[in-house]
């Protein structure tokens, strides 16, 4: 499988500022995605990082709070805007792969707190 | 949308014991994944099953894919300290490749 780094592994960060967080996989990847997990949840897919084109946001989730690039097929950034303490979370990408390319692969994801 | 419904939500066992947990879900989905999320790091795929009555094992877990395809479980032989962690199962959403997430089940073990 392959290997998912992101940064930074977790950050403290104040009401209002902006976040960007890097995921980088050693391998190229056709589909890319990003969860958040909130304190004690499971994992909510947030968007699909589409490569070359815009991101596509799952209900609840909008591009003005959380802008997604894919510059190419091994790299992407999720920005978590106009932080509130709500926000306040863990940021997981993940990349597609295995039988019938069903299997999803995680990186060590982002803790997120925001004061 | 298709949601996952995973119980226990929490099991505290004792050293040795085995362990099994269960998912079910009122639609059916064609693939079934466990995860193993530690402390600090993101989920770890266990086993992934991809037939109806396919019986998996990885080491001392084991998997089924449910007859009815609305359902799989998970067992652990045998716990050890190391195996600590939120136990997940997910599954693809409405067929796409993109993943609904059960709530996770907490395993404690007491030495």
């Known amino acids: 499988s392959a290997v998912i780094s992101q940064k930074p592994s977790r950050d403290i960060c104040q009401r209002g500022t902006s976040l960007t967080i890097q995921c980088q996989v050693d391998?190229?990847?056709?589909?890319m995605f990003w969860y958040r997990q909130q304190p004690g949840q499971s994992l909510t897919l947030i968007a699909t990082a589409n490569q070359g084109s815009e991101a596509t946001y799952e209900s609840g989730f909008v591009i003005d709070k959380f802008p997604i690039s894919r510059p190419n097929l091994t790299f992407s950034t999720l920005t978590v805007s106009n932080m509130s303490p709500e926000d306040s979370s863990i940021y997981l990408c993940s990349v597609v792969g295995g039988q019938g390319m069903n299997e999803q692969f995680f990186g060590p994801g982002t803790r997120l707190t925001v004061l | 949308g298709q949601q996952l419904n995973q119980s226990p939500q929490s099991m505290f066992i004792q050293e040795g014991e085995d362990v099994s947990m269960n998912c079910t879900s009122s639609s059916i989905f064609n693939t079934w994944l466990w995860y193993k999320q530690e402390p600090g790091e993101g989920p770890v795929l266990l086993i992934a099953l991809y037939k109806a009555g396919e019986l998996t094992s990885n080491g001392r877990l084991t998997a089924q894919f449910g007859i009815t395809r609305k359902d799989s479980f998970l067992n652990i032989s045998a716990s050890i300290p190391s195996d600590v962690g939120i136990y997940f199962c997910a599954g693809p959403s409405q067929g796409a490749q993109k993943l609904v997430f059960g709530q996770g089940t907490r395993l404690t073990i007491n030495p």
């Open positions: 391998s190229q990847v056709t589909m």
